[in-house]
Structures are given as C-alpha cells and as structure tokens.
C-alpha cells in the first residue's frame, strides 16, 4: 500500500468531522426568554479560552439547585458542547452524563439522544468501542423518533470509529445506512462528510472506481453549499481535500499525470499565506506524483519545501511523511547515503509518534537500503506486523460483540406469546419434515446413481477382459502360424537351398555351354528361394510388430474414441523405451481402467479445452502415468470425494502403487499414478 494517504486521512477527514460535530451540535440553543441572562452568547463570544471555562464552570454550578425543566437540561448540554470546544473532555462528559441523567427521568427522548451522543463523542479518541456503544445507544433513540438528519449523523460516527480502528467493512455498511438516511436532507455537510468517507473507505478496500464515484458525489455537495453562500473558506478547503482524495486514487490507479494536472492549480500564493499546511500537503502530493511519473524535475526541492513548511508549523506526523517520502524520492535516483540517513530519521519519528503502519513503511524501505542492518530491519518489520495482526484478531469484532449484546439486553425483556411460539414449533417440524424429505430422495438419487456407475465399471471390465482373452487368442493364432513358417522354411526352403547348392558344386567343374546353361537355371532358382525368404522374414516382422504394440493401440484407439465423442483435444504420448510386454495382464487391467475412469471425469466435470495422458518409464522399472486437464479445477480441501476418483485411487492401490491429486481453482488438475513393473 502507497504511504500518500496517510497524509491526508488523519489531518483533513479529521478536520471535515469537527466541522460537522460543529454544526450538529446545534449552536445557540433555544433558551426560555427569562433565563437568558445565564447564558450570554455574545459575551462568550469574546472572552478567551480560560475565561470561556470559568463562566462554564460558574454556570454548571449555578444549575445544580435548579428544577429539572427543558431549560436546564438544554444549558447542561450547552456546557458539555462548548468544553468539548476547549477540549476539556472531562469536564464535557461530567455535563453531558448530568444532562443523561436529568434526561431520563422526564422521558426526554431528544435530549437523552443528544446527551448520549456527547458522551460518545468524548470517547472517541480514547476509547473507540466506548464512543461506539454511546452512538449506538443514541442512533436507536433517533430511530425511534424518526429523526432521520441525527440518525445519519450516528451511521456517520459509528462509521468513522470503525474507519479509524481498520474494521473497513462494517464501516462501509454503517456509511451506507447514513446515506440512506440522509437521501432526503438538507444536511449538506454532513452528506459530504459522508461521501467523503466513504471514498477513503471504499479506496481501503481497493475498490478505487466506487471510491472516485463518491469522492465526486462530495465535490457535488460542494457545489451545493456554495450556492447556499456557506463560508468560502470553509468550501474552498472542503475542495482541497476533496480534490486530493482523488488525485491519490488516481495515483493508486497509476494515472500519475491526471493527478499532477489536477494539484498544479490549487498550489496558489493565497493557500501559500493563509492555510500553509494545506499548500505543504499539495505540493508533497504533488512532488509524490511527479516522482511515480518519473518527472523528476524540481521535485527535491518540492519536498525539501513542504518539509521546512510543516517543520516550522510543528507538524510531526506531516515531517514524518514528507521524509519518508523524501527517503523513497533518494531512493528512485539511487542515492542510498541520503535515502538512509532520511528514513531512519522518518523511523524514529514513527517510533516516536506509535503510528506502526509508518513504522512498517520505514522498515520495508531500509531493508531494500542498508544491506549491514537488513536483517535487523526484516525482524523488527516482522515482529510489529505480527503484533498488528494479534490485535487486530482480538478486536475485530467487538462492534458487532457491542450490537449484539445491546440487542441481547433489550430482547431480555419481551416474551413471546404462544401463538407466537406455537408457529415456531410448527415452523420448525415442517423444516424437519421437509428436510428428512429431502435428504432421502437425494440419497435414494445418489444410490440409483452409485449401482449405475458400479454396473457401468463392471460391464467395461469384462468388455476388457474379454478383448484380452481374444488378444490372446490372436496371439496363440499368430505363435502357431509362426511355427508354421518356420517349419516351411526348415523343411522346404533349405531343402531346396541344400539341393541348389549340392547341384552348383557339381557343376562347378564343368565349362561346358549346356553345363553353363543348367548353372543359370539353378542361379535364379537361388534367386527365387531369397525373395520366398524375403517375404516369410517381412510377414513375421510385421507380425512381431503388431504383437508388441497391440496394448498401445489399444490405449490409442480409446483416446481418439475420446476426441470424436468431445469438443476436448486428447493428446496421447508413450516413452519410447517402455514395452508393454514385460506388463503383466492384471496390471493392463487396471491401468486401462484408470485412465478411462480419469477421462470420464473430465468429460463430466472439468471442462477442458485440453486433456494430455502422458506414459513415462521414470526409472527402469518404474512406470508413471499424468493425466493434466486445463478445466476449471476444484478446492481439494472442500471438495467431496466422487466414485470416480475412490474408484481410481483403489486400483493404484491394488497394483501396489503410488496416487497423487493436484488442483486449483480455475487451474486445472493433474493426476499423477506411478508404480513398479
């Protein structure tokens, strides 16, 4: 994962979240007209920050002896909502918890809502699961009022809990509750709030189109709020955010260059001056992109200066980022001094500020630079990932723990009525009825099909075993008819070869021209012996040929029945060396079986375009037959054993062999038989 986003997610979905809690709050709350003198606004206004918490704490103790009324319920939610401003979180829960209490006991379901929802906001940072719980318990109430602008604002922080802890599934789930919630609303910083995040999760969950979609739904509500005439500078920031979540989908999608285009323009001399820390973010970004598109021109300087800017501002997380990144620019023009020296800066920063993603980032980084400490750095890399994956174990489903054991609370208290638990009951029987049903017509099914399979197995046997006894037949026919050569040739071909050569000797001595003519007769008697003996030795090659080859072409003749009948190609090859004479018949048996029975199983189930059945002599005695489909495959670990592949493994096993299985998912299978001859 590209370290880019880390930039902005914390700093500028952070910012978009204050500024939404800002305006749900509700600032100013109605105030009875006679009581407005203990709370004044305009004087809260202008008082610094330590006299802001003063009068807070002047008012809070002025409510404790008053009636519990709509007014001092509103004034203690007040207080809990502007020490949440001056970050006194524990000051803000103390009112918030009173505001709770008071609450409840007049069945004030707005209040106990919003009193819920301030406590959980003073959780959020210290314990998520917390905040989470009070959001939950706050959004049931909203729920039931129908309020639906607050129940969106609950999916949204519920949502942005579970955003910050990693669980990014449950978060898009709660994100699309509040969008649904909130199809309807006016609430348009919160629909933007809500697109935003949705883009950041959906980008965490590599879904980078859907994210790009809704990152443009936010510059949409953008739009919208301009023409409200909301603050300018609040919608121009808004568009700085929104503009960098999508050039770093951009980025991450490899469109470098529409990143750059769309960054140049909002590096302005106004950004420059009034939001630094934005226009050191932009231009990072902007040199981090430069850097992936491989312009490397000016883009040294371009970190070196969001370095110094954010360094000045005392922004340590940024100075983290801009050296790591800085670090991995040295690393592109193959600096190594540089990039070192800057990454174990960026490490001890990380270290420093317990961020360990930054931390395995920089790890991952010095493993590939100094070669001395590489392993040092893979074995910390390894132990914190480790130790990120322990805990992620352990808290990855306590939200979904926190909503089922509110839902066990409440379920606790309801009954249900006979008629309701009769039902169930005949629910229930029916099912069983219906699945003890099931089950038996499909075993009944799966057993017709077993006989079937088994009569098929038993009929191509014999049907085998019967070509075999006739094979034999032939080559007892053959055998005698060889004998049978033989004796013509013992008996009449050298009968006749001895008669020519004893008469040849006789006239040998002779010169005379009737005693030369009877010498021609005689040679060419010789020459008609050696062609009668030409054809006999041809036949009987031939013969002894067809003999040694007869179970190959038999073996031929099933894989080619195999490409007429399947749009599959079958490939058929031997290992010259091997002869199947030396092959017991038993063994012809089975080995003929197992491939049929292999074949039979993709023509049923693999859909192959391609089918190769190899026979290979591995040792001197050893003989190993793969059968390797490309067809769909299947999962050996889930899938269920068929007959055929049980049928298969009990032959290998009665010829005292060896049978493998391999498979994937969309890769094919190969099945391997070997055994000793």
Not at 87 to 109: C, I
Not at 503 to 530: A, V
Not at 626 to 636: A, N, R
């Amino acid at each position: 994962m590209r370290l880019k986003w880390k930039i902005y997610i914390p700093i500028i979905l952070l910012t978009v979240v204050i500024a939404v809690l800002l305006y749900n709050r509700g600032i100013g709350l109605k105030m009875n007209h006679q009581k407005q003198h203990t709370f004044d606004t305009e004087y809260f206004s202008r008082i610094s920050g330590t006299a802001k918490e003063r009068y807070l704490d002047s008012l809070v103790g002025s409510l404790k002896h008053q009636k519990n009324d709509s007014i001092v319920r509103n004034l203690y939610l007040k207080a809990g909502e502007e020490y949440y401003y001056l970050n006194n979180l524990k000051k803000s829960y103390s009112s918030s918890l009173t505001a709770l209490k008071l609450s409840r006991e007049e069945n004030d379901s707005t209040r106990i809502a919003k009193s819920l929802y301030f406590i959980g906001d003073c959780y959020e940072n210290s314990q998520k699961d917390s905040a989470y719980y009070y959001y939950l318990q706050a959004q049931k109430i909203y729920s039931k009022i129908h309020d639906y602008d607050k129940l969106g604002q609950m999916y949204f922080n519920k949502a942005y809990v579970l955003f910050y802890d990693g669980n990014y599934v449950e978060c898009e789930v709660e994100l699309s509750k509040g969008l649904e919630c909130l199809k309807n609303s006016n609430n348009i910083k919160l629909l933007y709030s809500c697109n935003t995040l949705m883009g950041n999760c959906l980008e965490k969950l590599f879904m980078y189109d859907q994210a790009l979609k809704y990152h443009q739904l936010a510059l949409r509500n953008l739009r919208v709020m301009k023409r409200n005439n909301t603050d300018s500078d609040e919608v121009n920031n808004f568009n700085i955010s929104s503009v960098i979540n999508i050039c770093n989908l951009y980025d991450l999608k490899g469109d470098y260059s529409k990143s750059i285009n769309e960054l140049k323009p909002l590096l302005t001399k106004n950004l420059r001056k009034n939001w630094p820390r934005f226009y050191a973010i932009v231009l990072s970004n902007l040199a981090y992109s430069k850097m992936k598109n491989k312009e490397y021109k000016n883009v040294e300087s371009m970190f070196l200066e969001s370095l110094k800017i954010v360094d000045s501002l005392g922004y340590h997380s940024d100075v983290m980022y801009k050296k790591i990144h800085l670090g991995e620019f040295y690393l592109t023009q193959k600096d190594s001094l540089k990039s070192l020296n800057i990454l174990k800066e960026a490490y001890d920063f990380s270290i420093k500020l317990k961020n360990t993603n930054e931390t395995l980032n920089t790890l991952k980084l010095l493993t590939l630079i100094d070669s001395k400490k590489r392993l040092f750095y893979a074995n910390q890399y390894i132990q914190i990932s480790d130790s990120i994956n322990s805990i992620q174990s352990r808290t990855k489903n306590k939200y979904a723990r926190i909503e089922y054991e509110t839902v066990k609370v409440e379920d606790e208290n309801k009954v249900l009525t006979k008629k309701n638990f009769y039902i169930l009951i005949f629910s229930f029987a029916l099912f069983l009825i219906l699945s003890a049903i099931s089950v038996l017509t499909y075993l009944k099914y799966k057993n017709k099909e077993l006989r079937f399979v088994k009569q098929q197995q038993s009929d191509s046997d014999e049907i085998y075993q019967l070509l075999s006894e006739q094979q034999n037949k032939i080559n007892a026919a053959k055998e005698e008819e060889k004998n049978k050569i033989a004796r013509e040739l013992h008996d009449g071909v050298m009968n006749k070869v001895y008669g020519v050569r004893m008469n040849l000797g006789f006239f040998n001595s002779k010169t005379d021209e009737k005693t030369i003519e009877k010498r021609k007769q005689y040679i060419f008697e010789l020459q008609n012996i050696e062609n009668e003996i030409r054809s006999i030795s041809h036949d009987l090659n031939q013969d002894s040929f067809l003999e040694s080859n007869d179970f190959n072409t038999l073996l031929s003749n099933l894989i080619k029945s195999q490409n007429e009948i399947s749009k599959t190609a079958f490939y058929y090859s031997v290992d010259d060396r091997f002869e199947w004479e030396q092959v017991q018949n038993f063994y012809k048996i089975n080995f003929y079986r197992i491939i049929q029975e292999a074949l039979l199983n993709i023509q049923k189930y693999a859909k192959a375009l391609k089918v190769d059945v190899k026979i290979e002599l591995i040792d001197k005695n050893v003989l190993q037959l793969s059968i390797i489909d490309d067809g769909v495959g299947f999962d050996l670990n889930t899938a269920k054993k068929g007959i055929g592949l049980s049928n298969i493994k009990e032959r290998t096993n009665s010829l005292k062999g060896q049978f493998e299985i391999h498979s994937q998912i969309g890769k094919g299978t190969e099945i391997i038989v070997t055994f000793n001859i």
